[in-house]
Each structure stands twice: as C-alpha cells, then as structure tokens.
C-alpha cells in the first residue's frame, strides 16, 4: 500500500509518497522534470516490503510547496539534505532520475558518507546541459498548452501506447492494470501542469548553470549508471561520460527496448538492477575511496 506524508523541513514543506516497512532498507527516490513522485508508483509496486521506499514531490511539484524561487541545482540539493534530516535517515540508497540525477550528484558530493550508493536512472550528464533559447521558449509554451504537453510527456515514454482520449488499453510490461487506464497518464500531465511556473523553464536554466564534472573524481561510493536505449533525449555517449567520470561507477546498464522513464515502461526490470546493485557486496569500495583522498 502506497502512503502519502507532507512533512516540514527547515526549508520548505515537502509531499512524499512511501512504501515499505518502516524499519527497512531505506531508498529515496527522486523524479525528473516535469514529474512527481507518482512516477514511481508502478516501481513500487514490484519493491519488496523489506525496502522503505521514499519518492518526495520536488520543490514546486506535486503537493510539495511551490515558492517562486529555489530552483537551481544547489538548492534542490539543499531541499533533499533538509528532508532526509527530517525524516532522520543517516544512511540511505539514492535513486535519481533524469534532470534529477544532477541533484543527486550534486547532495552525494556533499553528503558522501549519508548515503549508501547513488545510482543514476536515464540521467541528464555530468557536465550539464545547455538549452538553446528555441527550447527555453518550447518549454515555456508547455504552460498553456496542454496538448503540447501531453506529446511532449508521451515521447518520453516510447515503449507505451500512451492514447490519452481513449478508455483503455492495456501495457504487457507493466505489473498492475491501474496504470493502464488514460485516467493515470491523465494525472500525470496534470501534474505536470500544476508546476510551479517557474519550474517549467526552471530546471533547463538550473542545468545550463550546472556542471560538476571537475569534481566527479570525488564520487567514491557505490554507483550504478542506467539507461534506456530507445531514450530520446539522453544519448548512450553522454551515459558513458558520467559513467567513466565517476570513479565509484561500477557498470552502465542498459535497458533494452525502453525509453526515458523506466520506472513507468519496465518498472520490473529496473528494479532487479537496482535491488541487485545496492545488495552487493561494496566493502572494496574504501579502496576507491583512498585512492583519490
């Protein structure tokens, strides 16, 4: 059973969704642009009960607080530590995914020893992202068109016969026909029209400014790199960047036949990546870690 919590931080009031027993393996899962946590509902759905899976509203998504600033990379980093402080989690597994994989680098640079493993899900590179001014004014116009929005929210998901106007159709890889049904994929574009208005060109202008891959070196613990070869926005070469800048990285996994959102398209797949990662034994990691000390 998927709970729903709103808890206040020191910085602002922050929506999550959980899973899981309360004492179990603590993961904290965070969304891309233009999502919510109800992107990982059909992820949890395959965790075991043994993993407490935590997914949070983003700043200015979901029922989180939408202020009208706060949104660069740092910030957001900021937000994370200020939620895992409340939620008094010391060690956990971070899963981050697609623009969000840059805050998860960006809190496990400066909170190394909080967090378990890091494993970066379809993510934007470790260099950032530069969006021409044509795309600033496409992401913009996402605010009023909904249509765009629904196309735009679809591509990603290429693996999908996403028909928003149709009653139902049914998704082979997906582990429960509640998210097979339009009236799921409708509450996902509506999510992403209650963004904060900031936010819709907020995190392409946070990513032009972001860039850490002089510091990548200092990424040491256990982390995983995984893709989805029918992506259409992340191409498998600047996977391998990230890949090969971090020296913790231990594999780029690729998912084949699956695009931009896993945890929708083949939340079962991922989930035996991941689960098969974090369980593993990493103590030769502290080898890696003194290496570059």
Known sequence: MIESHTIQTSRLSIHYRAQGDSDGLPMVLLHGEFGTSRWWEPFFDVLP????AIAPDLRGTGRSDKPDDGYSIEEQAEDLRALVDALQLSEFDLVAHSGAGAIGIEYALSHTHRISSLVLVNSVP????????????LLEQL??????????????MPTI????????YTID??????????EWFQSIIDDAQAMAPPLFTGFAEALNQWNRSGDANRLTLPSLVIWGDKDPIVSQDSATRTLISIPGAANLEILRGV?????????????????????????HFSEIRHSVE
């Open 161 to 168: 016969p996403i028909h928003f106007f149709s009653d139902e």
């Open 143 to 156: 605010k009023v068109d909904q249509v765009l929005l629904a196309k735009s929210l679809a591509l990603l």
């Open 259 to 283: 695009g931009h959102a896993p945890m929708i398209e083949s939340p079962l797949r991922l989930a035996e990546l991941i689960i098969n990662f974090i369980t593993d034994d990493h103590s």
């Open 49 to 52: 009960t043994e993993i407490r």
């Open 173 to 182: 890889v997906n582990p429960s026909p509640d998210y097979t049904k339009k």
């Open 126 to 137: 470790i260099e950032g992202v530069y969006s021409p001014l044509d795309t600033i004014l």
